[in-house]
């Protein structure tokens, strides 16, 4: 709902598609009730309910292909505002991690990659994906969002926030791929190789060290991020005037001559 709101006001177009937008709503709602069982595939569970799962994992795509295109379609001709709001950075960052969150998980719900990736790092990465950079980056922008036009103010520095979105995308990069090759280092290893737990461990040292890497990097944005905000409330900088007449409004006022009659 936050995407949907933003990006048509941030780049200055409405929607696509209102169609779509309720193809995303009612599929999500109906598919993706059975979708977290897909994690309970070696699990003492019915069968048809890992199969249930499974299915509906993969039929999550119809909605996110529906969410995809409608923001996408949204976009076409405005992705240059991406350079001038803040707010539309960091949704638009939201809106894409969203669609490789859900592709990831429909791959997870596939027997043979289950098989690799669970019990492993890989699956906390996925977790994290949904968490930090859909969740996270979509509370972010929608805050920037909100704050300067609840208090009527400009945001106290739209450079810091953009030091901060770059900070942030790095730190979540390299947490990510910390967790992505830590599990498939796990997975082939237990799998392929028949490898025991203990033995594995050494090898994800140094990707367990680009995590808390990555880490740090988070929590500084996000100090950053909270600054930024806190500063905003408290400074309450007044929204400059623009300095020159919008064509619109040049438009409809009416001729000297009229306004002198009248």
């Known amino acids: 709902a936050i995407i949907y709101f933003i ?29 977290g069982a897909h994690h309970l595939l070696w699990a003492p569970i019915p069968y048809w309910l890992k199969t249930i799962a499974v299915a509906e994992s993969f039929a999550m795509i119809i909605p996110v292909l529906a969410f995809f295109f409608n923001i996408w379609l949204t976009m076409r001709g405005n992705w240059g505002r991406l350079r001038s709001s803040v707010p539309l950075l960091y949704i638009i960052t939201g ?21 690799l990736t669970h ?7 996925h977790a994290h994906l949904a968490l930090l950079f859909f969740g996270a980056s979509t509370l972010i922008g929608a805050l920037y969002y909100a704050i300067p036009r609840i208090y009527k103010c400009e945001l106290f520095s739209t450079r810091m926030a953009k030091a901060q979105y770059a900070i942030y995308s790095i730190g979540f990069l ?7 090759i830590a599990g498939l280092i796990q997975g082939s290893s237990w799998v392929h190789l028949g490898l025991p737990v203990w033995v594995v461990l050494p090898a994800l040292r140094p990707f367990m060290a680009l995590r808390i890497m990555g880490g740090v990097l988070l929590v500084i944005s ?16 007044p929204v400059s005037a623009p300095t020159t007449e919008a064509p619109m409004a040049r438009a409809l006022a009416p001729a000297p001559e009229l306004a002198e009659e009248a």
């Open 174 to 180: 390299a947490f990510f791929l910390g967790f992505l």
């Open 119 to 125: 019990f492993t790092q890989y699956v906390p990465g």
């Open 7 to 35: 990006v048509p006001r941030e780049a200055g177009t409405p929607l696509y598609s209102h169609f779509l937008g309720l193809i995303a709503f009612w599929g999500t709602a109906f598919f993706y009730t059975g979708v």
């Open 222 to 237: 996000f100090v950053m991020f909270a600054y930024n905000i806190v500063a905003t409330v408290i400074a309450r900088r």
């Open 95 to 115: 809106w894409a991690a969203y669609i490789v969150v859900s592709f990831q998980g429909s791959d997870e719900a596939l027997r043979g990659m289950n098989e």
